[in-house]
């Protein structure tokens, strides 16, 4: 029984509280009570930690979209994440445009110029597929998992601290008012003096005032630890920043990691879809008995333009032989280029120019003529004209 006499008496007195904080916020939203502004700098860590949680949560979404693009699989990794199990391991894009491709050549053969190349494009979307996992891999352990550790923790703490001293605040103002009131009433009652009844209670408020003050003191300290707790929890966001700094680092060397494996592979693709040999211009369907690496794109565009043109196409071959050789040559270009350096020149797709070759240059290059500019231009990008 004297339990439940507790709880009542707790619940009762919880009640209280819940309904006076109400009744105060009430009249300070219209403007019929006074509300304790908590310091500058409170405020401005406040401020500081709110702006903080906005945008991590706005880079930390944004990121995941980055990252995985597909939202029905987000939500799938998500859910698995809150039943605390692993999600089953899925093909990725590049993977499975890989796998596609590599099927695709397999059936035209491997010995046909666009089966091989097919393959050899396929396997570096392949590596390209698990470059991009890794990085996903790695940006969700060192980017990602941080951010996340700082909203559903360091800044829920901050939050619940925060809504606390929130409450202390209105328990303060509450104190206050409760004061206010009963030294003005003390003073309307001070000066009745005419009668004993207005004697009483002049006494009843004297005690009211006594109870006030005493309760003001006791909701100014509880106030004063509570923001004092909050400010110390405030203080560590500049903490939080410099650590989600070390995590932006390893987040871009994470990126600089996959776009320079990327682009290490299709520079290599690029060099093995070049070295194609010459029978595969002349007939698209021959079968090699040698496996050759893969057939040139712009070549294959190439003979298409010389059908309906009329020019004739110069294979890789004739322009080793032009090398070797100490004539010029027209040449149309297919593709625009635009030069490196000053040693190069720009090139603007179907002009022609004339070209020839330098003792000692690149195998790759020839040096190119237009007008009074001249500069090295790039085999694969031309298309000699008999």
Same mark, same amino acid.
């Given at each position: 029984m004297n339990i439940?006499?507790?709880?009542?008496?707790k619940l009762a007195a919880d009640a209280g509280t819940f309904l006076s904080r109400a009744v105060q916020f009430t009249e300070e939203k219209l403007g019929q009570a006074e509300k304790t502004e908590l310091d500058a700098h409170l405020e401005n860590l406040l401020s500081k930690a709110e702006c903080t949680k906005i945008w991590t949560e706005?880079?930390?979404?944004? @990121?995941?979209?980055?990252?995985?693009?597909?939202?029905?699989?987000?939500?799938e990794e998500f859910v698995y994440e809150k039943l605390d199990r692993k999600a089953p391991s899925r093909i990725n894009n590049p993977e499975l445009l890989g796998q596609y491709m590599i099927d695709a050549g397999t059936e035209f053969g491997p010995g046909t110029a666009y089966g091989n190349a097919l393959i050899k494009c396929g396997e570096t979307q392949k590596r390209i597929g698990t470059a991009d996992r890794e990085l996903i891999q790695t940006s969700a352990l060192n980017f990602l998992t941080p951010l996340r550790n700082f909203i559903e923790g360091d800044y829920k703490t901050i939050a619940k601290e925060r809504k606390l001293l929130q409450n202390k605040r209105l328990d303060l103002d509450?104190?206050?008012?409760?004061?206010?009131?009963?030294?003005?009433?003390? @003073?309307?009652?001070?000066?009745?003096?005419?009668?004993?009844?207005e004697g009483d209670n002049i006494m009843i408020w004297a005690e009211e005032v006594t109870k006030s003050e005493q309760e003001l003191r006791i909701t100014q300290s509880e106030f004063d630890r509570q923001a004092e707790i909050t400010r110390l929890l405030l203080e560590g966001i500049s903490s939080t920043h410099a650590?989600?700094?070390?995590?932006?680092?390893d987040f871009v060397e994470a990126q600089m990691t996959y776009y320079a494996q990327c682009y290490q592979y299709m520079l290599d693709l690029q060099k093995q879809l070049g070295s194609f040999p010459s029978n595969y211009?002349?007939?698209?369907?021959?079968?090699?008995? @040698?496996?050759?690496?893969?057939?040139?794109p712009n070549a294959i565009g190439s003979s298409?333009?010389?059908?309906?043109?009329?020019?004739?196409? @110069?294979?890789?071959?004739?322009?080793?032989?032009?090398?070797e050789c100490s004539g010029s040559r027209k040449a149309r270009v297919l593709y625009d280029y635009d030069a490196a350096n000053s040693t190069e020149l720009s090139l603007l797709a179907d002009e022609v120019i004339t070209v020839f070759s330098v003792v000692g240059m690149?195998?790759?290059?020839?040096?190119?003529?237009?007008?009074?500019?001249?500069?090295?231009?790039?085999?694969?990008?031309?298309?000699?004209l008999n």
């Open positions: 439940m006499d507790f709880n009542v008496k706005k880079i930390m979404k944004q @990121t995941e979209v980055l990252l995985q693009p597909n939202p029905n699989a987000r939500i509450a104190a206050k008012t409760r004061l206010k009131k009963a030294k003005a009433a003390e @003073t309307r009652n001070s000066q009745l003096n005419s009668a004993r009844l650590h989600h700094l070390r995590c932006l680092n211009l002349s007939n698209n369907n021959q079968t090699s008995l @040698t496996p050759v690496p893969s057939v040139l298409a333009m010389a059908s309906t043109s009329g020019l004739a196409i @110069t294979s890789p071959s004739n322009l080793s032989d032009l090398k690149d195998s790759d290059w020839l040096m190119g003529e237009r007008g009074n500019q001249k500069g090295k231009v790039p085999i694969t990008y031309l298309e000699l």
